[in-house]
């Protein structure tokens, strides 16, 4: 149930009478007709701006038409009053029964409330992490990744197909430089001193990489030209170190549906054929690229004729070289053949998220995919993750020496736990550098977001152990059947109505691709629960559990109830578990 949703369809039924019996002109367009909160809550519980959109085609004034449509709408029993405001915006006041009446919708529900079928019948993929396999995830990477996963996680709530997917570039230099690094630690199992060159992967994390090679080895790959280990070597190296990253998602809560190797692409040939295919289509062509724009060219650049993707065609600031030099692929070639595969596996809705450090990649890839979708128009979006800044004790936080030179996920979740990790990395923004102090994120105190809602749910959670010690039934059948119509203080009526915004919210963050603002809504509710609670400190009646008075404490119960249930709801989208009680 979406009273938003159903507040407009009565709006929406307004016109239509409205124009069946002359008042307004025949075939008006309602498409653009919202219903909204308003922006000073002291206006009411909605607003439209109906009367402001069909001026226009309509010809008549926007007052007008708005005072027409108060008295259809204050007709309907579930307006208790409508007034016009401004040039012609129409506030609403919903009846206090429409808000008792949503929290019996809610347990009924249960955390289907809030779904919808907006994203139903269509697939989206959303690429997230896709670091390098040379080593340990990051902090960087874990921001990236709980973003990705909560996104992930926010469509398949509201009815997408979703695919979650780990691009794993395994096809370029840098996992030579693996194998090489890999190579030393196998040297140093052997107990000689490893030559950890400028350019190699320091982090004692190889140390186990070399053991396995000895191993498998022995001492054979000893004083052999790096021809003939180095092959052998990488592959054993990633393998590793992508079990590792594996296995460091598991502890954040993420799995992967499915990891795509860029090693594949050139291993089975999917990079010539795609580049003939999209040849065959006057993609790809011949040409000469013209210098770097606004600064001389390098000493040894030179005008060559080169294999090109037209992406200028398609907002690209030049074409797109696909082929060095030598002959070999560029980066850009393999980007090419793995977004063309990702369309043809009939995806609707493809993202990718990635670090701030790609902000140039934006595009190119949007170039990719609007030259390659064809008459399927794609949802296309590249969400970029801001640096995460770890603080500790008032200091930044020092650097890992297992990595060598970062912090890893592994030491975020080891220090707090994933819930805890999950829930800051989704306080801001993700396109906003984000603060991580290790010492606030564990203080008890409505500062600390992940505490404070957290704090609701338990207390929710509480009141239900008290309530079945006190032997009143609060299963949710029995709550959805009480007295409802109990729940007519302005503070419990203020949290109803931050309930009833919660499939609106929902349908926004899935639209706009921003699960921060689940995070942000969460917080919100906790407040305005937490506000009631305390209330009921001082006014007895606001309390949960009334004392020999089971009827009006299971109406009051079924409130917080309902409270839990859409704080579960949240959380689960961004994969963290509701508390039970705090310690």
């Given at each position: 149930?979406?009273?938003?949703?159903?507040?407009?369809?009565?709006?929406?039924?307004?016109?239509?009478?409205?124009?069946?019996?002359?008042?307004?002109?025949?075939?008006?367009?309602?498409?653009?007709?919202?219903?909204?909160?308003?922006?000073?809550?002291?206006?009411?519980?909605?607003?439209?701006?109906?009367?402001?959109?069909?001026?226009?085609?309509?010809?008549?004034?926007?007052?007008?038409?708005?005072?027409?449509?108060?008295?259809?709408?204050?007709?309907?029993?579930?307006?208790?009053?409508?007034?016009?405001?401004?040039?012609?915006?129409?506030?609403?006041?919903?009846?206090?029964?429409?808000?008792?009446?949503?929290?019996?919708?809610?347990?009924?529900?249960?955390?289907?409330?809030?779904?919808?079928?907006?994203?139903?019948?269509?697939?989206?993929?959303?690429?997230?992490?896709?670091?390098?396999?040379?080593?340990?995830?990051?902090?960087?990477?874990?921001?990236?990744?709980?973003?990705?996963?909560?996104?992930?996680?926010?469509?398949?709530?509201?009815?997408?197909?979703?695919?979650?997917?780990?691009?794993?570039?395994?096809?370029?230099?840098?996992?030579?430089?693996?194998?090489?690094?890999?190579?030393?630690?196998?040297?140093?199992?052997?107990?000689?001193?490893?030559?950890?060159?400028?350019?190699?992967?320091?982090?004692?994390?190889?140390?186990?990489?070399?053991?396995?090679?000895?191993?498998?080895?022995?001492?054979?790959?000893?004083?052999?030209?790096?021809?003939?280990?180095?092959?052998?070597?990488?592959?054993?190296?990633?393998?590793?170190?992508?079990?590792?990253?594996?296995?460091?998602?598991?502890?954040?809560?993420?799995?992967?549906?499915?990891?795509?190797?860029?090693?594949?692409?050139?291993?089975?040939?999917k990079i010539e054929a795609?580049?003939?295919?999209?040849?065959?289509?006057?993609?790809?062509?011949?040409?000469?690229?013209?210098?770097?724009?606004?600064?001389?060219?390098?000493?040894?650049?030179?005008?060559?004729?080169?294999?090109?993707?037209?992406?200028?065609?398609y907002g690209d600031d030049?074409?797109?070289?696909?082929?060095?030099?030598?002959?070999?692929?560029?980066?850009?070639?393999?980007?090419?053949?793995?977004?063309?595969?990702?369309?043809?596996?009939?995806?609707?809705?493809?993202?990718?998220?990635?670090?701030?450090?790609?902000?140039?990649?934006?595009?190119?890839?949007?170039?990719?995919?609007?030259?390659?979708?064809?008459?399927?128009?794609?949802?296309?979006?590249?969400?970029?993750?801001?640096?995460?800044?770890?603080?500790?004790?008032?200091?930044?936080?020092?650097?890992?020496?297992?990595?060598?030179?970062?912090?890893?996920?592994?030491?975020?979740?080891?220090?707090?736990?994933?819930?805890?990790?999950?829930?800051?990395?989704?306080?801001?923004?993700?396109?906003?550098?984000?603060?991580?102090?290790?010492?606030?994120?564990?203080?008890?105190?409505?500062?600390?977001?992940?505490?404070?809602?957290?704090?609701?749910?338990?207390?929710?959670?509480?009141?239900?152990?008290?309530?079945?010690?006190?032997?009143?039934?609060?299963?949710?059948?029995?709550?959805?059947?009480?007295?409802?119509?109990?729940?007519?203080?302005?503070?419990?009526?203020?949290?109803?109505?931050?309930?009833?915004?919660?499939?609106?919210?929902?349908?926004?963050?899935?639209?706009?691709?921003?699960?921060?603002?689940?995070?942000f809504y969460l917080y919100?509710?906790?407040?305005?629960?937490?506000?009631?609670?305390?209330?009921?400190?001082?006014?007895?009646?606001?309390?949960?559990?009334?004392?020999?008075?089971?009827?009006?404490?299971?109406?009051?119960?079924?409130?917080?109830?309902?409270?839990?249930?859409?704080?579960?709801?949240?959380?689960?989208?961004?994969?963290?578990?509701?508390?039970?009680?705090?310690?």
């Amino acid at each position: 149930m979406n009273l938003f949703s159903d507040i407009r369809s009565l709006v929406i039924a307004s016109i239509d009478a409205l124009q069946a019996e002359g008042t307004l002109p025949a075939g008006l367009e309602t498409r653009n007709v919202t219903v909204e909160p308003p922006r000073d809550p002291l206006h009411g519980d909605m607003a439209t701006n109906a009367a402001m959109v069909l001026a226009k085609p309509a010809k008549m004034k926007p007052r007008d038409i708005a005072e027409a449509l108060v008295a259809k709408l204050t007709a309907d029993p579930r307006i208790a009053g409508a007034d016009v405001a401004g040039p012609g915006f129409v506030n609403l006041r919903l009846a206090p029964s429409v808000y008792q009446g949503l929290v019996g919708t809610i347990l009924s529900s249960g955390t289907e409330y809030g779904r919808s079928d907006m994203g139903k019948t269509r697939k989206a993929n959303v690429e997230y992490v896709s670091a390098n396999p040379t080593g340990p995830l990051h902090v960087g990477h874990c921001r990236g990744a709980v973003f990705g996963d909560a996104l992930a996680g926010l469509l398949d709530y509201v009815g997408y197909d979703v695919t979650r997917e780990y691009w794993v570039n395994d096809g370029g230099a840098q996992v030579d430089v693996l194998a090489r690094s890999a190579y030393e630690r196998y040297r140093e199992a052997h107990g000689l001193e490893p030559v950890i060159a400028e350019g190699l992967y320091p982090g004692d994390y190889l140390i186990a990489v070399g053991e396995v090679l000895k191993d498998k080895f022995g001492d054979g790959l000893l004083d052999k030209p790096e021809a003939d280990w180095l092959a052998e070597v990488r592959e054993i190296a990633t393998e590793m170190m992508m079990d590792a990253i594996r296995a460091d998602l598991a502890a954040l809560g993420v799995k992967m549906d499915v990891f795509s190797s860029e090693k594949s692409y050139y291993d089975s040939g999917k990079i010539e054929a795609t580049l003939t295919e999209l040849q065959e289509k006057g993609l790809i062509y011949q040409g000469v690229l013209e210098p770097p724009k606004g600064k001389a060219p390098p000493e040894d650049w030179e005008p060559r004729e080169q294999m090109l993707f037209k992406s200028t065609d398609y907002g690209d600031d030049v074409d797109r070289p696909v082929q060095k030099s030598d002959g070999g692929w560029t980066y850009f070639a393999p980007d090419l053949a793995y977004h063309y595969d990702k369309i043809k596996r009939g995806f609707d809705t493809i993202i990718d998220v990635f670090g701030a450090d790609h902000g140039g990649y934006v595009k190119r890839m949007t170039a990719i995919v609007r030259a390659l979708e064809g008459n399927k128009q794609i949802d296309f979006d590249i969400k970029l993750t801001q640096l995460v800044k770890l603080f500790k004790n008032g200091e930044p936080f020092k650097m890992s020496k297992r990595a060598g030179t970062f912090i890893t996920l592994k030491d975020v979740i080891d220090e707090v736990g994933p819930d805890v990790t999950r829930f800051v990395m989704l306080t801001r923004r993700n396109d906003a550098p984000l603060d991580f102090d290790f010492d606030k994120v564990l203080e008890q105190s409505r500062e600390n977001p992940v505490f404070y809602v957290q704090y609701a749910s338990a207390r929710v959670a509480s009141v239900l152990r008290r309530a079945a010690e006190a032997g009143i039934a609060t299963d949710d059948a029995t709550l959805a059947g009480a007295d409802l119509g109990k729940l007519d203080h302005e503070a419990e009526l203020t949290l109803i109505q931050k309930l009833a915004e919660w499939p609106r919210l929902v349908e926004i963050a899935a639209r706009t691709n921003e699960p921060h603002r689940i995070a942000f809504y969460l917080y919100d509710l906790a407040g305005d629960f937490h506000a009631l609670w305390n209330r009921g400190n001082e006014v007895e009646s606001l309390r949960f559990i009334q004392e020999d008075d089971i009827a009006t404490s299971q109406s009051k119960i079924a409130l917080a109830r309902a409270v839990s249930v859409v704080i579960s709801a949240g959380l689960g989208i961004l994969g963290v578990t509701p508390a039970q009680e705090m310690r």
